[in-house]
């Protein structure tokens, strides 16, 4: 059995005190922080600064600094040769840069938002992820495609989607979705270095947030694995979450934690496919107990595929109550800001799904 839980009017009014303000002065405690803007900056830069057949590609990357000040300081940096504005015409630019990725040059691709890749998608998909195996082993794609994937606040239906399930179905594809700055740089340095078609899946309200970043992560060799890694250890609980909804999970850890003495483990994703089952089928044996959190459409989506493959592992044996996945709202994204908030997950609505799962009244 497979429990679905979407954020409802009824949950959000009777909101829990949230903890993000504690997490967010945790992280400014930090002599050290970066922005996740910051961060994908410098790796793109430091990739620039690495590799010249590195260049950025896109609608505003150059001129303007990007729609949201990603690219900031590139172009005076690098030169037009390797920061190229674009007209609207995603299609266009999409496909000039598979080419140049087919010619062994290794494109770095801005969607303004990625609801604006559904105009490239042939290329993305067909032309991109394909010609490896097509091609016999013989012809390599060294691509990135990155930018803002999600909702936003207030950009209606036709820009708010999350596309991770969507490219996450892909062979051929590699899915990336970062959460924090030390995610947004090593992720992005890896996928440039990869030598496959890579997709980004930014998150646009995280763009401004700080983080803490060590010493190793401001290092120009720093890269991150595709690799989920474990946020908060717990053993009660175990919950899975992406971009985004990795800080609600964390905040309802720090709530079930106060108000119920309740350990649950989060773990951030940061790489949808591969996806990283081993680290999820170790902690749901320890915690008995799974919630996936996601702000994609509850079918088909990356909660239900990892659910399924819960289910044929040997960690179903250990699980104590069904699976609970917490996911948007099963309509197109309302533009409505009331009802915009009522239609994606948020720490409170992880703190009651995970109660169910518990058995917690």
């Not at 729609?67 to 190229?84: I, M, Q």
């Not at 197109?332 to 703190?351: G, I, M, N, Q, R």
Request: hydrophobic share 40%.
């Amino acid at each position: 059995m497979l429990n679905v839980r979407i954020p409802s009017i009824a949950a959000k009014l009777a909101p829990l005190k949230s903890s993000s303000a504690l997490l967010q002065s945790t992280r400014m405690a930090s002599s050290q922080t970066m922005t996740v803007r910051e961060a994908l900056n410098a790796a793109m830069a430091e990739e620039m600064d690495r590799d010249d057949d590195v260049f950025l590609i896109g609608e505003e990357v150059a001129q303007y600094n990007g729609a949201y000040k990603v690219s900031k300081g590139l172009l005076d940096r690098f030169g037009e040769r390797r920061v190229v504005d674009t007209p609207i015409t995603e299609y266009g630019f999409a496909g000039l840069s598979v080419g140049a990725a087919l010619k062994g040059l290794k494109p770095i691709v801005e969607f303004m938002s990625f609801n604006f890749s559904m105009q490239a998608i042939d290329h993305v998909i067909n032309s991109a992820a394909k010609t490896h195996y097509m091609s016999g082993g013989t012809q390599k794609c060294q691509i990135t495609f990155r930018g803002p994937n999600g909702a936003g606040v207030g950009l209606g239906a036709q820009h708010s989607q999350d596309y991770a399930a969507w490219y996450g179905a892909i062979p051929g594809l590699k899915v990336l979705t970062p959460w924090s700055s030390e995610d947004a740089k090593g992720l992005m340095k890896a996928a440039i270095r990869d030598p496959n078609p890579v997709v980004v899946l930014e998150d646009e309200v995280l763009y401004g947030e700080s983080f803490e970043v060590s010493d190793e992560v401001m290092s120009p060799d720093y890269v991150t694995p595709f690799k989920a890694k474990v946020e908060r250890e717990g053993t009660d609980v175990t919950l899975v979450a992406y971009t985004r909804n990795v800080g609600f999970a964390v905040q309802a850890a720090e709530i079930l934690d106060k108000q119920h003495g309740v350990a649950a483990e989060v773990i951030n994703l940061r790489s949808i496919r591969p996806l990283d089952m081993d680290t999820v089928i170790k902690s749901v044996k320890k915690t008995n107990h799974l919630v996936t959190v996601e702000s994609g459409f509850p079918h088909f989506g990356v909660g239900a595929e990892i659910a399924a493959q819960i289910m044929e592992s040997e960690a179903f044996d250990y699980l104590d109550a069904p699976v609970q996945r917490v996911t948007a709202a099963d309509v197109p994204t309302p533009y409505a800001k009331k009802l915009e908030e009522l239609s994606f997950p948020d720490a409170d609505t992880v703190v009651t799904a995970t109660k169910e799962v518990l058995s917690i009244e």
